[in-house]
Every structure is written in C-alpha cells, then in structure tokens.
Nanobody, 118 residues
Framework: QVRLVESGGGLVQAGGSLRLSCSASGPPESLGSLHGWTWYRQAPGAQREQIAFMPNGGTARYDDAVKDRFALSRDLAKNTVYLQMNNLKPEDTGRYYC?????????WGQGIQVTVSS
C-alpha cells in the first residue's frame, strides 16, 4: 500500500516562499504503478481543488491561480515530489495535499497547512 506524507508547510508572509514535499512509501511495484503526481489545495470553507499535476514523462501543468509562481518537481531516487511556491499570496492559504495522477481515493494523506499573512 502506497502512503503519501506531506511536509514543509507553515506560516509565511505575503511575497515569501515555501517548498512542500510529498514523500511516497510502499512496495516498489505499487510505487511503480503510479502514473504521475498531483498537488491539491483546500482553502478554508472551500472544496479541494487541483493546482498542479505532472504525468510521468510529461511536463507539469498548473492552475491559472498558481501558474508562474509554483513549480512541481520530483526526485525519483527519493520517491519525493516537491511543490516550490514563490511570491505567495494570502489567497494561497489552505491545506495542501499530494496524490497520484490521476488521484487515488486511498492515497489521500493528512495534508499540510500553509498560511500566508498579508
């Protein structure tokens, strides 16, 4: 069973940066069956929304709200996916989750809180 754990969140002032990490663990055959990675965000009182995804062997795609500020990358050797977030805005506040692409219901983790102060 693959398990995803997010880390790297916190409180940051507007204009600042954070790098989120998503560490994947599990049997190699299960990890190898994932077709890509996705980052989601759930703002207070809102539904969880996809903000970035990258199919294996493909390029990352971003929601317009984060395009040119966020960058998804991965380190295959570490089974870790990153979300570099620059020029953060108060509206980026929320809980961030990673999942596979396409997402698996059984892969949702606890997420990590990001709070951007104005």
């Amino acid at each position: 069973q693959v398990r995803l754990v997010e880390s790297g969140g916190g409180l940051v002032q507007a204009g600042g940066s954070l790098r989120l990490s998503c560490s994947a663990s599990g049997p190699p055959e299960s990890l190898g069956s994932l077709h890509g990675w996705t980052w989601y965000r759930q703002a207070p009182g809102a539904q969880r929304e996809q903000i970035a995804f990258m199919p294996n062997g493909g390029t990352a795609r971003y929601d317009d709200a984060v395009k040119d500020r966020f960058a998804l990358s991965r380190d295959l050797a570490k089974n870790t996916v990153y979300l570099q977030m620059n020029n953060l805005k108060p509206e980026d506040t929320g809980r961030y989750y990673c999942n596979s692409w396409p997402p698996g219901d059984h892969l949702w983790g606890q997420g990590i809180q990001v709070t951007v102060s104005s």
